[in-house]
């Protein structure tokens, strides 16, 4: 954290006649603001920098009295830190599980969108007419029931029906 304020796009100059001028770099371009909107820019500033700092540096196990516990060496016990990048992983050989479904899964999907397809075809008509207006034509609730001459309420009831009912054909 040492030479942090070398670092900061925030600036506060003294002019010559006692004034301040404040600036805020934005986009490599320094812009000059007011002293409210500098002092809240950099109040968020620091704490950002303090919150930054306490997450990546190493900290101590402190006891009930705020001292330093110590192990068997004497020397102080380091708890983990709450940030660990990427690259510092990698370099300990931290095994990663793959984003790609697992043959498995694939082939339980699969059993499942058949099942699933095999219980639409129990339908009646009516029912199924819903179900692909509403999940494979992407129409609203509102929409359809329109389009059917009856009201929303009715189509949802319908709609929730229909859905109990398929829950039990894909439980059997």
Known sequence: MQNWHKYRNFRKHRNADG?????????????NVSEEVYTV????????ENMEFG????????????RAVRDEHGNPVILPEREVSLDKLIGEDWDFPSSEPSPEETVIDLIEIEALY????LLDAN????????????????DYADEIG??????HARK?????????????
Do not use: H, N, W
Request: overall charge positive.
């Open 118 to 121: 095999s219980c639409l075809d």
């Open 19 to 31: 004034s301040y001028t404040c600036t805020i770099t934005v986009d490599g371009e320094k812009v």
């Open 160 to 172: 929730v029906k229909v859905l109990a009912k398929m829950k039990k054909l894909m439980e059997q």
């Open 41 to 48: 820019y950099a109040k968020a500033g620091y704490k950002m």
């Open 55 to 66: 997450i990546k540096c190493d900290r101590v196990l402190k006891d009930a009295d705020g």
């Open 127 to 142: 029912e199924r007419e819903l179900i692909d207006a509403l999940f494979f034509e992407g129409l609203t609730e509102r």
């Open 150 to 155: 009856i009201s929303k309420t009715a189509l």
